[in-house]
């Protein structure tokens, strides 16, 4: 108890003597941080938005995550090159969004940052730019026109970015890539030894999953890293070799591969980390039950998920449901038999209906944002295993009766709960 008066005293000081809360300007609401300004919010209601190049002297460097989220009565986005990324479901379920004018400077897109554009046709990917998330444009069935992308890096791509797109739909060659072809997103070929290109740069994340024809893959020497996931899902494949140039390869860069025998990866040192469900590998593997996202669960319609293989366990990206009538929100324990074990960045941010939530019982983690700006909601309920909730979590989130006492080993960025202790 004691432990609980100290933390709500300094989350007081902060709330009082704190560097800079949630501003606004014209219809944006925005936020100061030392290196620029983060647009989190946009009520206008203009079909044409341009983001402003500065606010408050400080230049725009990112769109926050849902910031325009559901908004449907934009049509038309222009972003100054100040603007490096874009937050996971920034523009998601903008439905009548049709062209996005984007400068140089951006570098990332977040998981579903443009999901569910479904009258979005074209897009220009930026020079600049390194990582493509999840999802990012899933559901723009309208999207038909990507630029190539020139310079040879390792641009890093999710799962099912441009999934549902008339861009990715309309592929016909056995090898989809992005970048001019530094970058494969897709094999589709039924080839046993296929012949990749040998100036390919990056693997997409599930680029090779599902194709059960592969039983030995060559890696270009000029392919420079391997990411989470980039070979996965191959039933057949038994050998890997190549990879001359390769510099680092991700934790699960090779996944659910059960007849993997032979890695022949020079240049690069491999351990069972980097093996997730490949028994017969000679690094040894990570063992952990397949996850199947294509089989339905009854939270997929309440709580967009996705797998931590890391953890073994459920990340929620973001709450689908409504709060009931008393403002509750109650988390399910499990999504396909597995535990839910973090709250992910933005995941359940800008909501005037919830009062009070109950996280899941294995719950390890809260990400960033997570249940910030949620003005009504007064109480949550923590689980005893909570380790750790970053910077910012509850950032303006309106908690005013109570905050479960914490133990000791929880680790609580100073900022967690900013300016949400009345």
């Known amino acids: 108890m004691k432990q609980f008066f100290i933390l709500l005293f300094f989350f007081l000081l902060l709330t009082v003597f704190g560097s800079v809360d949630a501003e606004y300007w014209d219809e944006f609401e925005y936020l100061l941080r030392e290196d620029g300004c983060v647009i989190t919010n946009y009520s206008g209601n203009e079909s044409e938005v341009n983001i402003p190049i500065s ?105 099912g970015a441009f999934d549902d797109t008339e861009w990715y739909q309309s592929k016909t060659d056995d090898f989809i890539t992005l970048s001019q072809g530094y970058t494969l997103l897709k094999y589709t070929g039924v080839d046993y030894d296929p012949e990749l290109s040998w100036f390919l740069a990056s693997i997409a994340e599930d680029a090779f999953s599902g194709n059960d024809a592969v039983t030995n893959l060559r890696l270009p020497n000029y392919l420079i890293a391997l990411n989470e996931g980039s070979i996965s899902s191959m039933s057949s494949l038994q050998s890997i070799s190549g990879g001359g140039s390769l510099q680092s390869v991700s934790a699960g860069a090779f996944r659910d591969l059960p007849e993997l025998k032979s890695v022949e990866l020079p240049t690069v040192t491999l351990t ?97 944002w997570a249940f910030s700006y949620n003005e009504n909601m007064d109480s949550v309920i923590f689980p ?39």
């Not at 046709?121 to 999207?143: D, S, V």
């Not at 009538?325 to 074990?341: A, K, L, Q, W």
């Open 55 to 159: 606010i408050d002297y400080y230049y725009v460097i990112e769109i926050g995550d849902s910031a325009f989220e559901g908004n449907e009565m934009l049509v038309s986005l222009t972003m100054p090159s100040t603007v490096q990324k874009i937050g996971n479901r920034a523009f998601a379920d903008c439905k009548n969004l049709e062209t996005v004018n984007i400068s140089g400077g951006l570098t990332e897109i977040g998981e579903e940052a443009f999901y569910n554009c479904e009258n979005l046709n074209i897009f220009t990917l930026p020079a600049n730019l390194q990582m493509i998330g999840r999802r990012a444009f899933g559901g723009c069935k309208a999207l038909s026109y990507l630029n190539d992308l020139t310079g040879y890096y390792p641009l890093k791509v999710g799962t």
């Open 384 to 422: 005893e295993g909570l380790k750790w909730i970053k910077a910012d979590a509850f950032n303006n989130s309106g908690i005013t009766n109570y905050v479960p006492v914490l133990n000791d080993d929880v680790e609580v960025d100073e900022r967690a709960f900013y300016s949400s202790l009345n």
């Open 272 to 368: 069972a980390d980097n093996f997730v469900n490949c028994p017969s590998s000679p690094f040894g593997t990570v063992y952990s039950e397949a996850y199947d996202a294509s089989v339905p669960d009854s939270a997929d319609e309440l709580f967009l998920s996705d797998y931590l293989p890391e953890l073994d366990g459920i990340i929620i990206l973001h709450c689908l449901q409504n709060a009931g009538e008393d403002g509750e929100i109650r988390f399910p324990d499990y999504i396909r038999s597995r535990p839910v074990v973090v709250i992910g960045e933005g995941a359940c941010q800008n909501r005037d209906d919830i009062s009070s939530v109950i996280l899941p019982k294995y719950l390890i983690g809260i990400e960033s």
